[in-house]
């Protein structure tokens, strides 16, 4: 009898967790199809990124469970998300101009499979780890400093650990990983001012965006 009250109960936490459960397995599963290796399984992850942000916009503001009430899932107004893909895109640009300027690449990509992955689904996972939990973490960290100065060394420490993630990656250059430092900062900087990694996620796929064009169209 007690186990099947346990189990009763544990359904019962499951299913008042859908929403955060729905979130999770869609973006690892659209991550995983798009970056996949398979042509025959990137439809499939098309499919499930659109699943993903259907869900995902459906729960901004709800997400309470699961550890997602520290990633910061909240809702920003379109005032705010239109200047934050302004923002987005300004810095891809300025990134291609610094770029172009020192004779570097901003990077390669196959397929559209890979486009998609760097403009949806990745940026989500990467502003909810980085400026979600790693920010949230920090912030708490130093919260014994005055609000500025924890605010401006969790900014710039998380920063750092987003820079040095991107550094594992062949190929990346001295030079992309300070311009990633300083979109780091830039995203932190939008999380903080809007409560939010909504906002870092849509300036973090606009900026992603304005790479992809670059690689796919060979702009230099």
């Not at 920063?159 to 932190?188: D, E, M, N, P, W």
Request: charged share 10%.
């Amino acid at each position: 009898m007690q186990l099947q009250n346990a189990a009763t109960t544990a359904m019962k936490e499951l299913a008042s967790c859908k929403a955060e459960l729905l979130f999770w397995i869609l973006l690892l599963m659209a991550l995983r199809a798009l970056g996949s290796g398979r042509p025959s399984v990137h439809i499939a992850g098309l499919v499930e990124t659109v699943l993903f942000l259907w869900v995902s916009s459906a729960s901004i503001g709800k997400l309470r469970n699961l550890g997602l009430e520290f990633a910061y899932w909240n809702a920003v107004n379109a005032r705010v998300a239109i200047a934050c893909i302004t923002v987005g895109l300004f810095a891809g640009a300025m990134v291609v101009v610094v770029a172009a300027f020192l004779q570097q690449s901003v990077g390669t990509l196959a397929g559209w499979s890979k486009a998609v992955l760097v403009v949806v689904p990745g940026p989500v996972l990467e502003e909810v780890i980085f400026r979600g939990y790693l920010l949230t973490a920090a912030l708490r960290l130093a919260k014994r400093l005055s609000d500025r100065t924890a605010r401006a060394i969790s900014v710039l420490s998380v920063a750092l650990l987003f820079s040095i993630a991107h550094r594992a990656t062949a190929g990346t250059t001295a030079a992309q990983v300070s311009c990633i430092a300083l979109t780091g900062c830039l995203y932190g900087g939008l999380r903080i001012k809007y409560q939010s990694t909504l906002a870092p996620a849509l300036a973090h796929g606009a900026y992603n965006f304005v790479i992809v064009v670059c690689c796919l169209t060979k702009f230099f």
